[in-house]
C-alpha cells in the first residue's frame, strides 16, 4: 500500500522529518524497537515530497532533499531509504559533505544507514586540504577501526579545475588503476600509477603511496634529491622519515655520488614545552680523494670528511631564552664540494661559519645577552689560526624613569649599559696596506713585508686587525638625559654620563704560522708589541665623564598639498681631553662609518673598544615633507666639529680606525640624505659625503625601489673613494640591480646583476700577475670595462595552488680553490614542487672557470 504525503513546502518537511523521527524510519534496522544505553544522533530530513512504501517497505524524499546526520549533509534530488536492507541510495546531483568540509559528488550513492559504507558511480571528491579524487566507480568500507575508499581507475590531484573551463586537464594528477585511501592510516596507496602532467604521461610507477594531506608528519620515503659536482660527480639519494613521536622525528639520506662513493646524513629533530633543538650530522669517505684539489686549495688529503651540526632554542619563561648554533666541519671545503646548503654562500665575498650559544633576557626596560662565538672560516683565503672565539661577548641594558618630585626637579631617564668581551686567537692577524700583497707559495693570505707599524701612520704598509693570545675588555656606561620645551618651542634635551673602561692584554709572543711574506719570515706573533706599545700583561683603565645639550626647533607649515616639518639640530658634548686607545687595541670598533645615522650619536664608533673624546658640536637640520596622499619627501644635512681637545678620529689604532672616515679632521665632512616617496610602493634614496672644502663626493650611495604589480625592481649604486690607509687601495664603484615580473598571475622572470664599476675585483688580478698569464695567456696591463660582471643571476618559474617549478642560474665572483685565481662559479638550480607529494631539488655546477671575461689585453 502507497500512502503519498502531501505537498507543502519546507515547512511541511521539517515537520515530516519530525514524524520521521518519532517513528523512528530512519533509525537503523539493529537498533529498531530497542531501548538505546545512551541516546542515539538523530536524523534530520528535509524534502518537498515524502513517500512511505509499506509493500516494499521504503522512505522516499523527493525534490531538494537534504538529510543531516552525525555532522554529515546528504543532498540529492532522489534519496529512498530501504528499511530491510538498512541502506540509502541517493540519485540526481548527489552531494555528501563530510564532517571536516570534504565535499563528494556523485551520480550516485548507495550507502548504509550510517552513510560509511556502500558504492559510488561516477565519484568526484574534494577534501578539506584542497586536494581532489575522482573515479568512474568507488567503495566506500569499514568500521570505526578501518575506514577505506577505494577508487577504481581513479584520480589524485591537488590541483583545482580551470574557474573558466573546468574540462580543461588538471596541472598534473596522479591516474591510477587502484587508489586506495585509508582513512585510519592516513595514507593513500597507488596502484599501477602514472604521473601526468596536462594528461600527458612523465612518470610511471608500479606501486607508490604517499601520506593523507591531513598529515603532517608521516613515516616513509621521502622525495628523491639529485646533485652534481665536478669533484663528487653525481649525487642521488633517497630520504627516509621517520616519525619517532609526536614530538620527534628522524631523516636519514643514504646518498651515492658517482665519482666518490656514498655519503649518508641524519638529521634528529625534537620538540617540547619550551623549545626544540635539532642534530644533523654527516659524513663520507672518498673514494677518490686524488680528485679534490691539494691543500690548502683543497682537501684530498682528508681520509674521512663530515659535518656535525646542531640548533636549539628553549624559553624557561616569559623572560629568559637559551638556545645554541654551532657547527663543526671537517674541513672548510666540505660544504662546497658536496653542494650542500648553506645560508651563507649567498654572500659573495666573506664565506664563513660562525657557531654561537646564548642566554638572552629582556624585561619591560632591560635587556640581557651574553653568548659565545667560534668561527669556521669557508673561504680559502682564510688562515684558520686568526679567527678569534669569543668566550663569551656580555651586554646588558636597563633603563629607568626618574622621578622630579623626588629628584628636586630634575627628573628624566637615567640609562645603564654595560659589555664584558673576551677573545683569543692563536696568530695575530696582520694586514698589509698600500699595497695589499699574499704570501710568497700559496697566494692566499695576506702578509706583510715588514711587520711594524711606522711613526707616520699616513705610510702605514702593516695594520694589526686581531690579536694573537688573549684579550678581555669591559665597559661601563650610566648616562642621563631630560627633554624639556622652552616658551617658543624650542626643544632642549641635556645629557650626561660616565664611562668607564678598562682591558688586559696577554698576547702570544712565541707562536708564528707556517705562512711566509718574500723574504721567508713567517707571520710571527712577537710583532704585536710594536702596535700595542708594549702593553702585555697589564691592565688599562679609563674613566671618560661627559655632558652636553641637544636643540631641536621644529617649524610647521602647512598647504594644500601636504604638511612641512623644517628642523634644526645642534648638538654639543663636553670631555675629558684623554686617549680613548690607551692600548691601541681594537677589537670590535673596526667598522666605522660616518653618515646620516650617527651624525648626532654621543660616540660614532661602531664598537666599545673606542670612544670620542674632547669637545664636539654636531649640527645640522631635516626637513620633511608629507603629502596628502601619504608619499613624502625627507631631507637631512649636517657637519660635526672638533672644538676642543684631540680628536679621537685622527688618532690611529693598530687598525688605523678613525683615519679616512671623514671625522679625522677639526671640521668634518658634510653628509646628506634625501628620501623621496611620492607613493608608498615607490621610494628612492640618496645618500653622500662630501669634502668640505669643494663639495667633491667623496661617499655616495643610492636606493631606488619600485612595486608595481607586476613588476618589483631595486636598484642599489655605490661609489666609495679610497681608503688606502684603511685596506682600500682603490675606489670601489658597483651597481646592482635586482628585478621580478610577474608575466601571468602565475608565471615569473627574475634576474640580479652586480656590475664592479670601479674594476675593484679584476683590478686584484695584479696580485698573482704570473699564475694568471700561465693559466689565461693575458697580459695584465690592459683594464677591464666599466661594467664588469661581478655577479649574475636570472631565472624564472610558474606557482600556482598546487606546483612550484623554478629555474635559476647563477655566475658569482669566486677564488677558484685549484689555483687560488679569480675565477666565476656557474651553478643551475631547478626545483619541482607538487603540493601533499614533496619536491625534487637538482643543483648542478657549471665549473669554476679562470675569470677573463673582463679584462683585455695590451701588445
Not at 503519498?4 to 519546507?10: E, H, L
Request: aromatic letters at 14%; charged letters at 20%.
Amino acid at each position: 500500500m502507497r500512502e503519498p504525503w502531501p505537498k507543502r513546502g519546507r515547512g511541511l518537511a521539517r515537520l515530516l522529518s519530525f514524524l520521521l523521527l518519532g517513528s523512528s524510519l530512519f533509525v537503523p534496522a539493529a537498533a529498531w524497537g530497542e531501548k538505546a544505553a545512551s541516546p542515539e544522533p538523530r536524523m534530520v530530513v528535509e524534502a518537498r515530497e515524502l513517500v512511505y512504501d509499506q509493500t516494499k517497505n521504503t522512505v522516499s524524499a523527493r525534490g531538494n532533499v537534504q538529510i543531516y546526520y552525525k555532522g554529515r549533509l546528504l543532498e540529492a534530488d532522489r534519496v529512498t531509504y530501504d528499511r530491510d536492507t538498512g541502506r540509502i541510495r541517493a540519485e540526481g546531483h548527489a552531494r555528501l559533505t563530510e564532517a571536516d568540509g570534504a565535499v563528494e559528488r556523485a551520480e550516485s550513492f548507495d550507502l548504509t544507514d550510517d552513510f560509511k559504507n556502500g558504492f559510488i558511480q561516477s565519484l568526484q571528491a574534494d577534501t578539506a586540504d584542497n586536494t581532489h579524487f575522482g573515479a568512474p566507480y568507488a567503495e566506500r568500507r569499514g568500521d570505526a577501526s578501518s575506514q577505506e575508499t577505494i577508487f577504481d581507475h581513479g584520480t589524485y590531484t591537488a590541483c583545482d579545475a580551470c574557474k573558466d573551463d573546468p574540462s580543461k586537464p588538471r596541472l598534473w594528477q596522479i591516474h591510477a588503476k587502484r587508489i586506495i585511501h585509508d582513512g585510519v592510516e592516513k595514507m593513500i596507496y597507488y596502484e599501477d600509477a602514472t604521473l601526468e602532467f596536462l594528461d600527458f604521461p612523465v612518470a610511471y610507477m608500479p606501486y607508490w603511496s604517499s601520506p593523507d594531506p591531513t598529515v603532517k608528519r608521516k613515516s616513509g620515503l621521502l622525495m628523491p634529491t639529485e646533485t652534481y659536482g665536478s669533484y663528487v660527480g653525481y649525487g642521488f639519494g633517497v630520504p627516509i622519515y621517520w616519525a619517532i613521536s609526536p614530538n620527534a622525528d628522524l631523516t636519514v639520506t643514504p646518498t651515492y655520488f658517482t665519482k666518490q662513493g656514498p655519503l649518508l646524513k641524519g638529521e634528529y629533530r625534537q620538540r617540547f614545552e619550551t623549545g626544540s633543538f635539532s642534530i644533523l650530522a654527516e659524513g663520507t669517505k672518498p673514494n677518490d680523494r686524488g680528485a679534490f684539489p691539494s691543500p690548502p686549495y683543497g682537501a684530498s688529503n682528508l681520509k674521512y670528511r663530515g659535518a656535525v651540526e646542531s640548533r636549539g632554542e628553549f624559553y624557561p619563561n616569559d623572560y629568559w631564552k637559551f638556545g645554541w648554533d654551532v657547527t663543526a666541519l671537517s674541513d672548510r671545503y666540505f660544504l662546497q664540494d658536496y653542494r650542500q646548503w648553506n645560508p651563507l654562500y649567498g654572500n659573495l665575498f666573506f664565506k664563513e661559519r660562525s657557531s654561537t650559544v646564548y642566554l638572552t633576557g629582556q624585561g619591560d626596560r632591560s635587556w640581557f645577552d651574553m653568548r659565545a662565538y667560534y668561527f669556521q672560516g669557508l673561504s680559502p683565503n682564510d688562515l684558520q689560526a686568526q679567527l678569534p672565539t669569543a668566550h663569551p661577548i656580555t651586554d646588558y641594558n636597563r633603563a629607568f624613569d626618574v622621578d622630579p618630585y623626588k629628584t628636586m626637579g630634575i627628573g628624566g631617564q637615567v640609562t645603564l649599559d654595560a659589555n664584558f668581551t673576551s677573545t683569543s686567537a692563536q696568530i695575530a692577524d696582520y694586514e698589509s696596506i698600500q699595497p695589499r700583497t699574499l704570501d710568497k707559495f700559496n697566494g692566499l693570505y695576506t702578509v706583510c713585508s715588514i711587520y711594524s707599524p711606522t711613526p707616520n701612520r699616513a705610510n702605514s704598509t702593516c695594520l694589526l686587525r686581531g690579536i694573537g693570545g688573549n684579550y678581555e675588555s669591559g665597559t661601563v656606561e650610566a648616562s642621563w638625559k631630560r627633554r624639556a620645551i622652552d616658551p617658543v618651542g624650542g626643544v632642549w634635551t641635556p645629557f650626561a654620563f660616565a664611562r668607564f673602561s678598562g682591558s688586559y692584554l696577554n698576547y702570544n709572543t712565541t707562536d708564528t704560522a707556517p705562512v711566509y711574506n718574500a723574504t721567508l719570515q713567517p707571520i710571527p706573533n712577537a710583532a704585536q708589541g710594536l702596535f700595542v706599545n708594549g702593553a702585555d700583561n697589564s691592565f688599562n683603565g679609563q674613566v671618560t665623564p661627559g655632558a652636553g645639550v641637544e636643540w631641536r626647533y621644529p617649524l610647521i607649515a602647512r598647504s594644500a598639498a601636504g604638511a612641512l616639518v623644517l628642523e634644526p639640530i645642534a648638538q654639543v658634548i663636553a670631555r675629558p681631553n684623554q686617549s680613548s686607545i690607551p692600548s691601541l687595541v681594537n677589537m670590535d670598533a673596526q667598522s666605522l662609518v660616518f653618515d646620516d645615522t650617527n651624525l648626532f650619536e654621543w660616540s660614532k664608533f661602531s664598537g666599545y673598544n673606542r670612544f670620542e673624546t674632547g669637545t664636539r658640536a654636531n649640527y645640522g637640520g631635516q626637513g620633511t615633507f608629507t603629502l596628502n596622499n601619504g608619499g613624502y619627501v625627507n631631507a637631512l644635512i649636517g657637519q660635526s666639529a672638533q672644538l676642543a681637545g684631540q680628536n679621537s678620529y685622527a688618532t690611529a689604532d693598530a687598525a688605523n680606525v678613525g683615519l679616512s672616515s671623514g671625522l679625522d679632521h677639526r671640521v668634518s665632512d658634510i653628509v646628506g640624505r634625501l628620501v623621496v616617496s611620492p607613493i608608498s610602493p615607490i621610494t628612492f634614496t640618496a645618500k653622500a659625503l662630501f669634502d668640505p672644502a669643494t663639495f667633491a663626493a667623496r661617499r655616495v650611495d643610492g636606493f631606488a625601489s619600485i612595486k608595481l604589480d607586476p613588476m618589483s625592481f631595486d636598484v642599489h649604486y655605490a661609489n666609495y673613494e679610497a681608503q688606502p690607509l684603511i685596506g682600500f687601495d682603490k675606489r670601489r664603484q658597483g651597481l646592482a640591480f635586482n628585478a621580478k615580473y610577474n608575466l601571468t598571475k602565475n608565471y615569473f622572470v627574475s634576474g640580479t646583476v652586480t656590475f664592479d664599476m670601479s674594476r675593484y675585483l679584476y683590478n686584484g688580478l695584479t696580485l698573482y700577475p704570473t699564475l694568471y698569464t700561465t693559466y689565461t695567456g693575458i697580459n695584465l696591463q690592459g683594464t677591464a670595462p666599466v661594467f664588469s660582471v661581478a655577479a649574475l643571476g636570472f631565472g624564472g618559474g610558474y606557482q600556482d595552488e598546487c606546483t612550484t617549478f623554478l629555474v635559476n642560474y647563477t655566475s658569482n665572483y669566486t677564488t677558484q680553490t685549484n689555483t687560488g685565481l679569480p675565477a666565476r662559479n656557474q651553478t643551475v638550480m631547478v626545483s619541482l614542487q607538487l603540493r601533499t607529494l614533496g619536491a625534487i631539488n637538482f643543483n648542478q655546477s657549471l665549473g669554476t672557470f679562470t675569470m677573463n671575461d673582463g679584462v683585455r689585453s695590451q701588445p
